[in-house]
């Protein structure tokens, strides 16, 4: 069964690289993949496959019942773009101004659909039933996962599997970790109101920058000094914005930031510090202020039996030639939802393009990927998928 499905895979490479190219060149914003997700449910449709669509939003989720009872394997990708004005020299651009697909989301959806289009030729000889899980809107918050679980996606799962293409790890690489692999991802938004005036006269003045600098200062305390060493955990400031003529005192001043955690406590802690340190230093300044930290994405913490199930299937997969233990990513994915509610495991397949010593990163304007780490990745997870039965 598994050099069938690696055969039938390696026959459709080039259509998967076609599907790519294709999703490249017409990216949509998270929450507006209406086109996308169209494309999406048409595939299978020509393929005679049961789908559903407007799951949870714009989530489409395909079901493909083998012709033996078994488990209920639930595989995932996402496939939203990024509001990123591409800059790279590709044949296959995006044809979008303003819209890119810099996180590799393409590259997940054609795995996904050709993995499908496989299985589904393989059906009378499978056993269970294998749930697609096309999720919309990744990369902005609250995410498509946790109303795509609402909506019924998981409904009879046992166990779900998931990769992300990885540019920065070299094409071979499978980087997998039991426990949290990638970080809870929350944000706030501070504005202080202070009192503006004349440069020249700050005596009569209550200064929001001057505050501001203050408690950018202050906040950085926060993890030398409130959290565990032990413990794992980001606080960065992205942006303090005051605009206004170089001769006048700002009245207010609005800064934005992002906390990355691992341990649920480690959360607590650093949004009460952020605004205990809020009050304290706006109190001593005299002035008022607002202040909001939505929570993000929970951490992403992987099963361990399930984990390491993903490692014996991918040690049998021939293009992975280096398969690692992962250090935990301070990024956030909301993949995170579906493990809360099933066990299963997230991991990195590597895709850093040939001949390339510095990749660009994710959600860089000249970000690319390798298009063979697709057909890894469609091995690794479809062998995980068919192993899993009984």
């Given at each position: 069964?598994?050099?069938?499905?690696?055969e039938q895979l390696e026959?459709?490479?080039?259509?998967?690289?076609?599907?790519?190219?294709?999703?490249?060149?017409?990216?949509?914003?998270?929450?507006?993949?209406?086109?996308?997700?169209?494309?999406?449910?048409?595939?299978?449709?020509?393929?005679?496959?049961?789908?559903?669509?407007?799951?949870?939003?714009?989530?489409?989720?395909?079901?493909?019942?083998?012709?033996?009872?078994?488990?209920?394997?639930?595989?995932?990708?996402?496939?939203?773009?990024?509001?990123?004005?591409?800059?790279?020299?590709?044949?296959?651009?995006?044809?979008?101004?303003?819209?890119?697909?810099?996180?590799?989301?393409?590259?997940?959806?054609?795995?996904?659909?050709?993995?499908?289009?496989?299985?589904?030729?393989?059906?009378?000889?499978?056993?269970?039933?294998?749930?697609?899980?096309?999720?919309?809107?990744?990369?902005?918050?609250?995410?498509?996962?946790?109303?795509?679980?609402?909506?019924?996606?998981?409904?009879?799962?046992?166990?779900?599997?998931?990769?992300?293409?990885?540019?920065?790890?070299?094409?071979?690489?499978?980087?997998?970790?039991?426990?949290?692999?990638?970080?809870?991802?929350?944000?706030?938004?501070?504005?202080?109101?202070?009192?503006?005036?004349?440069?020249?006269?700050?005596?009569?003045?209550?200064?929001?920058?001057?505050?501001?600098?203050?408690?950018?200062?202050?906040?950085?305390?926060?993890?030398?000094?409130?959290?565990?060493?032990?413990?794992?955990?980001?606080?960065?400031?992205?942006?303090?914005?005051?605009?206004?003529?170089?001769?006048?005192?700002?009245?207010?001043?609005?800064?934005?930031?992002?906390?990355?955690?691992?341990?649920?406590?480690?959360?607590?802690?650093?949004?009460?510090?952020?605004?205990?340190?809020?009050?304290?230093?706006?109190?001593?300044?005299?002035?008022?202020?607002?202040?909001?930290?939505?929570?993000?994405?929970?951490?992403?913490?992987?099963h361990d039996a399930e984990?390491?199930?993903?490692?014996?299937?991918?040690?049998?997969?021939?293009?992975?030639?280096?398969?690692?233990?992962?250090?935990?990513?301070?990024?956030?994915?909301?993949?995170?939802?579906?493990?809360?509610?099933?066990?299963?495991?997230?991991?990195?397949?590597?895709?850093?393009?040939?001949?390339?010593?510095?990749?660009?990163?994710?959600?860089?304007?000249?970000?690319?990927?390798?298009?063979?780490?697709?057909?890894?990745?469609?091995?690794?997870?479809?062998?995980?998928?068919?192993?899993?039965?009984?």
């Amino acid at each position: 069964m598994k050099q069938i499905l690696f055969e039938q895979l390696e026959n459709h490479y080039d259509e998967m690289v076609e599907i790519r190219r294709y999703l490249h060149q017409h990216p949509e914003l998270s929450f507006k993949e209406v086109e996308t997700a169209a494309y999406i449910a048409d595939f299978y449709k020509q393929l005679g496959v049961d789908v559903q669509t407007n799951v949870g939003g714009n989530g489409v989720v395909a079901r493909i019942k083998g012709g033996k009872p078994g488990k209920t394997v639930a595989l995932r990708a996402d496939f939203d773009a990024l509001p990123i004005h591409e800059e790279t020299n590709v044949s296959f651009k995006s044809l979008v101004p303003g819209v890119m697909h810099a996180c590799g989301h393409d590259g997940h959806t054609a795995t996904l659909l050709v993995l499908a289009k496989v299985l589904h030729g393989m059906k009378e000889e499978l056993s269970g039933e294998y749930v697609m899980i096309h999720q919309h809107a990744e990369e902005y918050a609250p995410g498509g996962a946790i109303s795509m679980i609402e909506d019924g996606c998981l409904d009879g799962v046992d166990v779900i599997f998931g990769t992300h293409l990885w540019a920065d790890a070299p094409y071979g690489t499978i980087r997998y970790r039991k426990g949290p692999i990638m970080a809870a991802a929350d944000r706030f938004e501070i504005t202080i109101k202070g009192y503006g005036g004349h440069g020249a006269q700050p005596h009569k003045t209550k200064d929001a920058i001057v505050i501001g600098s203050q408690l950018v200062m202050n906040l950085q305390q926060i993890v030398s000094r409130k959290v565990d060493p032990i413990e794992s955990a980001v606080l960065s400031i992205g942006s303090f914005v005051s605009d206004n003529a170089f001769n006048v005192i700002a009245d207010s001043a609005r800064i934005g930031g992002t906390v990355r955690t691992f341990n649920e406590d480690v959360r607590d802690i650093i949004e009460d510090e952020i605004e205990r340190i809020v009050k304290g230093t706006c109190l001593a300044a005299g002035c008022e202020y607002e202040f909001e930290y939505p929570r993000g994405y929970p951490a992403v913490v992987n099963h361990d039996a399930e984990t390491e199930f993903l490692v014996t299937c991918a040690e049998e997969v021939p293009e992975n030639t280096n398969i690692v233990e992962a250090k935990p990513e301070m990024g956030g994915e909301d993949f995170a939802y579906y493990l809360q509610h099933v066990n299963g495991t997230f991991f990195f397949t590597g895709a850093m393009p040939d001949n390339v010593d510095h990749p660009y990163p994710h959600h860089h304007p000249k970000f690319d990927i390798n298009e063979k780490a697709m057909l890894a990745a469609a091995k690794t997870l479809g062998w995980a998928a068919l192993k899993s039965q009984p």
